[in-house]
């Protein structure tokens, strides 16, 4: 069990010996009644708080498998390469949230099963869970069965697999992909009036509010807001030739942090190719 802070309050009338002994002898009585520790006291206000929160988990797709080829959000096989190395979920509509989602890291982490190590188990979200079991809370994944099996113990993932569905507690953290660079996939639709990129990889956040694009010459100060498409999907309808090289400026959603990768799509750009920059939140 957790040690627990107290906050005691002075009075402002307190200054004689003997509320003073008052005070020793009371706190002397809570130490041996409820093992308060002297180490927590503090004349300070304090409260401690938790990042966990519960939720649903299942799993599908194969036992050691990641679970789909990027669904809803777009990845494709990049799901099951690093950096996300098959560590991925789908989530219900609350963390999905039509996209916006996408690419948000999470820990996860079960304890009510004999095979659960307690210990959190970090993934991306790459899919939506529309229906079924991840509308039966606010809050499920369904995970790929590598990540649903990284919460057991050693030898036991099979065994937790087997359980089918966990309450779980999970908290929102940052992604981090050391060595790993923002990368650009331009959708195989695109054309000369007309570009949309899957966007990969950003650490940090991990996910994005806004992207705006610069065409042309880095010299020029004109960017354009892009709209958010589907999925990881950013795309821009200009209604006129677009001149590249091409800039994108990224925000991310829960710290509101900008980065802006220069022309980092290239003139003689093709639709289906993915452009790596040179940047990353957490670079």
């Given amino acids: 069990m957790a040690a627990t802070m107290m906050t005691i309050s002075l009075p402002r009338s307190f200054s004689s010996f003997s509320s003073f002994i008052a005070l020793l002898a009371f706190l002397s009585l809570l130490n041996s009644c409820n093992g308060f520790n002297p180490r927590n006291f503090t004349l300070s206000s304090s409260t401690a708080t938790s990042s966990w929160s519960p939720a649903g988990a299942t799993w599908y797709g194969s036992?050691?498998?990641?679970?789909s080829n990027g669904g809803a959000c777009g990845y494709g096989d990049a799901?099951?390469?690093?950096?996300?190395?098959?560590?991925?979920?789908?989530?219900?509509?609350?963390?999905?949230?039509?996209?916006?989602?996408?690419?948000?890291c999470y820990q996860v982490k079960c304890t009510e099963n004999d095979a659960c190590s307690g210990n959190p188990a970090t993934l991306v979200i790459t899919d939506e869970c529309p229906g079924g079991a991840c509308l039966a809370e606010p809050v499920h994944f369904d995970m790929s069965g590598t990540a649903f099996g990284a919460m057991a113990l050693p030898g036991q993932a099979d065994q937790l697999r087997n359980a089918g569905v966990l309450q779980?507690?999970?908290?929102?953290?940052?992604?981090?992909?050391p060595g790993v660079d923002i990368a650009f996939q331009v959708d195989a639709g695109s054309n000369t009036n007309y570009l949309a990129v899957h966007i990969l990889y950003e650490d940090g956040d991990g996910d994005l509010a806004a992207v705006d694009l610069k065409q042309g010459s880095p010299e020029s100060d004109a960017w354009l807001p892009m709209q958010h498409s589907w999925?990881?999907?950013?795309?821009?309808?200009?209604g006129s030739a677009l001149e590249a090289p091409f800039s994108f400026?990224?925000?991310?959603?829960?710290?509101?942090?900008?980065?802006?990768a220069t022309n980092v799509i290239p003139v003689g750009w093709q639709p289906g190719a993915t452009y790596r920059s040179v940047i990353n939140y957490n670079a």
Avoid: H, Q
């Fill in 231 to 238: 999925g990881a999907v950013w795309r821009l309808d200009s």
């Fill in 168 to 177: 779980v507690l999970y908290a929102r953290v940052d992604c981090n992909y």
């Fill in 79 to 104: 799901v099951e390469n690093p950096p996300f190395s098959s560590m991925i979920a789908a989530g219900n509509p609350s963390i999905f949230m039509s996209g916006n989602g996408c690419g948000a």
């Fill in 249 to 260: 400026r990224l925000t991310s959603d829960k710290s509101g942090k900008t980065l802006v």
């Fill in 63 to 67: 036992p050691n498998g990641a679970g």
